[in-house]
């Protein structure tokens, strides 16, 4: 079958991955935290709201997809966001993404624990690559990643907030992922079921993570860094290091991992310039809200000019398509582009920009639009009834 045929949606490249990758990657890519509740409620959530059809329309024979961003348009109305070693999965799995990202004519928001850093994407990325920024325990360390920006020209940070306490995901428990320092008999028996990803690692070593690359106290190798990154995360998060990182940084700020609306509320006061309504893809608290049903009041407590961004279970054209009925600008995607590129590399995550920009667009013409503007300026419950 060619590959065209085989990829069809999300779970295609969900289920390629899996068989490409070391179990102990793939749980972590797919884990949530705890029963896993937060994160089955994230895609239940879609099924809360149904979109209207139209008939008899006088459709255009293209659909206008852009969508705001930060100030300006970018060609598609969602957009990678940070996954942590992408760079694992696939080998420069961080730029492949940002590369696609790119061509698609979207942002690519890069994580702190990324392989490739800031100052080698910037110059293949150019406006399109953001940083998205962990405190660090250290305030030295932090100011070595806002520098690290500054030099390579990076306009937009995303301030991780959600993750000031660490939560648990049996799943890498079990697989031992936190302690993971060095590649253990049980580890090695793993990465030779897997021979195609395994082949790469012995022919070209085990990356490290390069934005801290030399520094002793994070140690040698992405898996032992990974480790010394999530421990050295700040537990000293408020609002005072938003409004801090505020006045330091000149560029666009937008706290990525609010998801009630009176911290929408604070994020409006603090001077940020967007939020990303997320619970980190149902990996933090668990038994909370879908992401989905929470759109609409935190648009109403964001106001509208700020920019609200959502993640968390979108893998449908039509699940973005509800996102911004109720009131999103974009909508980011963790997991779907982490499987792309595990799966398919560049061309995984080419095919996934074209399969869900073209879902969006035939879900907006049998809906009677021809933008997202119109989709917008439309009442909601012109577009979407809810369900039950
Ligand atoms: C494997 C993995 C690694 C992640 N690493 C980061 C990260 O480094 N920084 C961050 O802000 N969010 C991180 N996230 C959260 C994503 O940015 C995003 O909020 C979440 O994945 C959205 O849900 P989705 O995967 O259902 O699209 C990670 C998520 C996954 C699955």
């Given at each position: 079958?060619?590959?065209?045929?085989?990829?069809?949606?999300?779970?295609?490249?969900?289920?390629?991955?899996?068989?490409?990758?070391?179990?102990?990657?793939?749980?972590?890519?797919?884990?949530?935290?705890?029963?896993?509740?937060?994160?089955?409620?994230?895609?239940?959530?879609?099924?809360?709201?149904?979109?209207?059809?139209?008939?008899l329309c006088n459709l255009e024979p293209e659909v206008d997809l852009s969508a705001r961003y930060l100030g300006r348009r970018q060609a598609l109305p969602f957009f990678p966001g940070p996954v942590g070693f992408l760079g694992l999965y696939r080998r420069y799995g961080d730029l492949k993404v940002?590369?696609?990202?790119?061509?698609?004519?979207?942002?690519?928001?890069?994580?702190?624990?990324?392989?490739?850093?800031?100052?080698?994407?910037?110059?293949?990325?150019?406006?399109?690559l953001a940083f998205q920024l962990y405190l660090d325990r250290d305030p030295t360390v932090n100011e070595s990643y806002l520098e690290a920006c500054r030099i390579?020209?990076?306009?937009?940070?995303?301030l991780t907030v959600d993750t000031a306490i660490t939560s648990v995901r049996e799943r890498d428990n079990r697989n031992g992922f936190r302690a993971l320092q060095k590649i253990?008999?049980?580890?090695?028996?793993?990465?030779?079921?897997?021979?195609?990803?395994?082949?790469?690692?012995?022919?070209?070593g085990m990356p490290g993570v390069e934005l801290v690359e030399g520094r002793p106290e994070f140690g040698r190798g992405a898996l032992a860094q990974a480790s010394a990154l999530?421990?050295?995360?700040?537990?000293?998060?408020?609002?005072?290091?938003?409004?801090?990182?505020?006045?330091?940084w000149p560029g666009r700020l937008v706290i990525k991992g609010?998801?009630?609306?009176?911290?929408?509320?604070?994020?409006r006061a603090s001077g940020v310039d967007g939020i990303v309504l997320s619970n980190h893809g149902g990996r933090q608290l668990d038994q909370g809200l879908a992401s989905i049903s929470l759109v609409a009041e935190m648009r109403a407590a964001l106001g509208p000019e700020r920019d609200l961004f959502v993640d968390s279970g979108f893998r449908r054209g039509s699940d973005i398509v509800k996102a911004l009925a109720l009131g999103a600008d974009a909508v980011m995607l963790g997991r779907p582009f982490a499987w792309a590129?595990?799966?398919?590399?560049?061309?995984?995550?080419?095919?996934?920009?074209?399969?869900?920009?073209?879902?969006?667009?035939?879900?907006?013409?049998?809906?009677?639009?021809?933008s997202l503007a119109e989709l917008r300026a439309a009442p909601v419950d012109s577009l979407l009834s809810p369900m039950g």
């Open positions: 079958m060619s590959r065209d045929r085989r990829y069809q949606n999300v779970d295609d490249f969900q289920k390629a991955a899996r068989k490409r990758l070391p179990k102990i990657f793939a749980d972590y890519i797919e884990g949530g935290a705890f029963s896993e509740t937060t994160l089955r409620r994230n895609r239940a959530g879609f099924d809360a709201y149904a979109l209207r059809q139209r008939v940002g590369l696609a990202a790119k061509a698609a004519g979207v942002p690519f928001a890069l994580s702190t624990f990324s392989i490739k850093g800031i100052a080698s994407l910037a110059p293949q990325l150019g406006e399109n390579a020209g990076v306009e937009t940070i995303f253990s008999p049980g580890l090695a028996w793993q990465f030779a079921k897997r021979p195609r990803w395994s082949l790469d690692l012995l022919r070209n999530s421990a050295r995360l700040d537990k000293d998060l408020t609002w005072e290091k938003v409004r801090w990182l505020r006045d330091l609010v998801s009630d609306r009176r911290d929408a509320e604070l994020a590129v595990a799966a398919e590399g560049d061309w995984g995550c080419a095919r996934l920009f074209e399969l869900l920009a073209q879902e969006i667009a035939i879900t907006l013409q049998l809906m009677g639009l021809n």
